[in-house]
């Protein structure tokens, strides 16, 4: 893994504007940025991302069906007593999973280390599946790379199988996102795109205006029953919405399904640790409540966890994130070092929310930005990457995408 | 063996991945009017419509309102639908119950496929007052911000609603409703990461 310095293309500029990917500058500052790549060798890719972001998707599967078969961990989870049922209905039918992203700590040798899984509303998906993919077919055009010279990026053909394994032709699936967002609206466009060259119909309607008709099914915003219904937006903001009671009754599949509330979930992470303690892509990692006196003021930690908290005392007091259980983009999470904070991302929307404790790993440096591996699963593999650095030891939404090849 | 997929074009230019020939619904011209009236004074002034089909059209809706307007079990569900003031038995408005209740007719919509209106469509839909101020059609599920003008819609909107007149009104937890998902996301402008 080397980061490497490519001119980026002249044309830049127009070929965003032409395929309509308007977020390619954000805030003023270039958020797709091919001034430099991250190089890897197929070793690395297959080895050390790859087969092991597949497991790492087995391991949670595994996970989901321990955490559903207890009401008390679905609590800590923030799973709202009231649709606790819905989660383990929704596993029990082995719903279908489509996508999700994990990120990933790597700096090119030894294991990559689970930071949290997206599984349920994960962006950045046009980028990595369509945009990136094309910057490399660009670049051996014109000679800056090597023929021969490759990508980790099945992620659109991987997507298209799925939704062809899933579903007979002319399924009608809908869409739904925050319309004005173009950011989530593109990774919406991405998976429709999928949908459609998989042979299904696919139909966009604004959140806002999906609708529920008197006999409880889900509605587009042409009055359309909903079938099955692609959503943009969190379980842990659908199952607080008024509309959470239709949802069990509505007929309607829902993808991601409402098991992936639990995968989502940074409060998978501890129960990955305590199910697979010491695997090689983990981190050590707790809920909150269950080491905060042992991490702040010397007291003991919950019995429960007392033994495997005592295995990995040590580096965690010297070193620790804190997460709440539903955040994205960096938002909420505390570095904690020697008892002091030490970094804080700004944004503090999800205080609310549980949190979990999580040994500090950082990210490794190249030119004075940290990149995370982004690693999409689509069904149960792991098909490509998508990378993104950040100057700040907290990636956040301010971060860069980087593209990346595989050295021929 | 090949890490990348072997082609991906995809485009991002507003709805172009939702929008196919084939796929996207017929459009219609519709225009709303308060009152016939209002239809009458446009059409003589050249509008889309002639007075004839002003007069057809409006006894189209008026028979839908009877058959198909939604049918509340309280005055207060029925105001919680469609706003104070909005609504009246069913005795004063079709001739049924006392302890029934509807909302007001509050204006007609008119497709421009009148005469061709077969099968499972109607030329016109009665317009009901929202509980936020504007429209909404029979069945509730689509919204419009006034009861004049005109518009291009999918030919959708003019699926005859399904008749109301006989079967159980509406309870309070089974009135139709929209915009129920979103409202959690509270202040953030995007729900992905």
Not at chain 1, 113 to 130: G, R
């Amino acid at each position: 893994m080397r980061k490497i310095q490519i001119p980026e293309r002249p044309d830049l500029a127009e070929k965003a504007a032409e395929v309509g990917f308007t977020f390619a500058t954000m805030h003023g500052e270039p958020y797709w940025d091919e001034t430099s790549a991250y190089c890897f060798t197929l070793d690395q890719i297959e080895t050390d991302l790859e087969a092991p972001a597949t497991e790492l998707h087995a391991m949670s599967r595994e996970a989901v069906d321990r955490i559903v078969a207890s009401e008390a961990l679905m609590a800590r989870m923030g799973i709202p007593a009231p649709h606790m049922d819905l989660i383990a209905d929704s596993w029990a039918r082995n719903e279908p999973e489509i996508y999700g992203r994990m990120d990933l700590a790597y700096d090119g040798t030894g294991p990559a280390k689970l930071l949290e899984y997206n599984a349920d509303t994960p962006t950045s998906l046009y980028e990595s599946a369509a945009f990136q993919w094309q910057w490399l077919e660009d670049q051996i055009a014109a000679g800056h790379l090597p023929q021969g010279s490759d990508q980790f990026n099945g992620i659109h053909e991987a997507l298209v199988e799925r939704f062809r394994d899933l579903f007979a032709p002319d399924t009608d699936i809908h869409f739904t996102a925050a319309a004005d967002n173009p950011e989530d609206y593109a990774t919406v466009e991405s998976m429709a795109w999928a949908a459609r060259e998989a042979g299904m119909g696919a139909h966009f309607s604004d959140l806002a205006a999906l609708g529920v008709s008197a006999d409880g099914q889900f509605l587009d915003a042409d009055s359309r029953v909903i079938g099955t219904l692609f959503k943009l937006y969190p379980w842990e903001d659908l199952l607080a919405d008024d509309y959470a009671r239709h949802i069990a009754g509505s007929g309607c599949m829902f993808l991601e399904p409402a098991w992936k509330a639990v995968v989502s979930n940074k409060g998978l992470l501890p129960v990955l640790w305590q199910m697979f303690e010491n695997h090689p892509n983990l981190l050590p990692a707790f809920f909150a409540d269950d080491v905060a006196p042992a991490l702040v003021d010397g007291g003991r930690p919950d019995p429960s966890v007392a033994p495997a908290f005592d295995r990995v005392g040590g580096p965690l007091r010297r070193a620790h994130v804190v997460k709440p259980i539903f955040s994205r983009e960096g938002a909420g999470v505390t570095i904690v070092e020697d008892g002091e904070v030490t970094e804080a991302s700004e944004a503090r929307d999800y205080d609310r929310h549980a949190r979990i404790v999580q040994a500090y790993h950082p990210l490794p440096e190249f030119d004075g930005f940290r990149p995370v591996i982004g690693a999409w699963i689509a069904g149960h593999d792991c098909v490509g990457i998508g990378i993104r650095e950040d100057r700040a030891r907290i990636t956040q939404d301010l971060s860069r995408f980087k593209p990346h090849v595989i050295a021929a | 063996m090949r890490k990348r997929s072997r082609t991906v074009a995809l485009t991002l230019l507003g709805a172009a991945a939702f929008t196919v020939a084939g796929c996207r619904e017929e459009q219609v011209d519709a225009q709303a009017f308060p009152d016939l009236a209002s239809c009458q004074a446009a059409a003589a002034q050249g509008g889309l419509f002639t007075a004839a089909e002003c007069n057809q059209a409006f006894a189209e809706a008026e028979t839908l309102h009877v058959e198909s307007a939604p049918r509340y079990d309280s005055l207060e569900v029925c105001e919680e639908q469609h706003g104070a003031g909005n609504c009246g038995s069913e005795a004063q408005q079709a001739g049924g119950s006392g302890s029934i209740f509807m909302p007001l007719l509050a204006g007609y919509l008119i497709g421009s496929m009148l005469g061709r209106a077969t099968g499972g469509m109607a030329a016109s839909q009665p317009m009901y007052r929202n509980a936020q101020g504007g429209f909404t059609n029979a069945s509730g599920t689509t919204n419009f911000g006034s009861n004049a003008g005109r518009a291009q819609m999918g030919a959708q909107s003019f699926a005859r609603p399904a008749a109301t007149a006989g079967q159980p009104p509406m309870t309070r937890a089974n009135a139709a409703s929209r915009g129920g998902f979103g409202s959690s996301g509270g202040t953030r402008s995007s729900f992905g990461g």
